[in-house]
């Protein structure tokens, strides 16, 4: 239900029941707290507890077997995408970063989940076109660079089978996303490009997240 102080843009997730939340329905086992405090040097952009059950979740409810990363970063959303396979599942996750990837191996390997997904080293523009033959897949989860969105968003739906998901992390682009810097149009267009072909939403998380399901 939404009260008027919701609809006038009030939020009710203050910080401790946030915490709350997080810690009854998300709380991180070791093997996710290991990749969500990155080493020295790393960022810590990773998804939240909450968002990276979500995509837990939303991998198990669709069944997934074959599933595309863009963004690794150290694996903590890589690790939850691969928890939510079906059983001989298999994520393919693309990280620039040779030294970030070399991170991810290694959590997903602490996990137990080394045979379960690939992270692959390269920029996601070049990397994507060598997985068609991995596909149709059954979702794609984007969470790289800001300015590719939309040639993201492209590959996702020309390789995703009909009723595969589309999922694009940080989608408010940090409160910028109506500004006019390239990023921004291209953010706009990863929504609208989501919004045409798919049936779609854009969750309202911290950072915006879109979730379509292709037609």
């Not at 919701?6 to 990749?35: C, F, I, K, M």
């Not at 990023?183 to 609208?192: C, D, L, P, S």
Request: hydrophobic share 45%; charged share 20%; with cysteine.
């Amino acid at each position: 239900m939404a009260d008027d102080d919701s609809r006038a843009g009030h939020r009710y997730d203050l910080a401790e029941v946030a915490a709350w939340a997080h810690q009854t329905h998300a709380a991180n086992d070791a093997a996710l707290a290991r990749a969500f405090e990155p080493p020295p040097g790393v960022p810590r952009i990773m998804v939240g507890p909450s968002d990276g059950k979500t995509l837990q979740l939303l991998m198990r409810m669709i069944g997934a077997v074959r599933v595309v990363e863009v963004g690794t970063l150290v694996g903590y959303s890589t690790i939850h995408l691969a928890r939510g396979l079906a059983p001989g599942g298999h994520v393919w996750s693309v990280e620039f970063s040779p030294v970030h990837a070399e991170h991810a191996r290694g959590n997903l390997a602490a996990a137990g989940l080394a045979e379960a997904a690939t992270v692959v080293v390269g920029a996601g523009v070049e990397v994507l076109p060598t997985l068609v033959a991995h596909g149709p897949f059954d979702a794609v989860f984007i969470d790289a660079d800001k300015e590719n969105y939309a040639n993201y968003g492209r590959w996702a739906l020309a390789n995703l089978r009909p009723g595969g998901l589309v999922i694009g992390d940080n989608a408010y682009l940090f409160g910028g996303l109506l500004g006019h810097e390239p990023r921004a149009v291209a953010m706009r267009e990863f929504h609208e490009l989501v919004a045409g072909a798919c049936d779609s939403v854009c969750l309202q998380t911290p950072e915006g997240m879109v979730v379509g399901i292709k037609r």
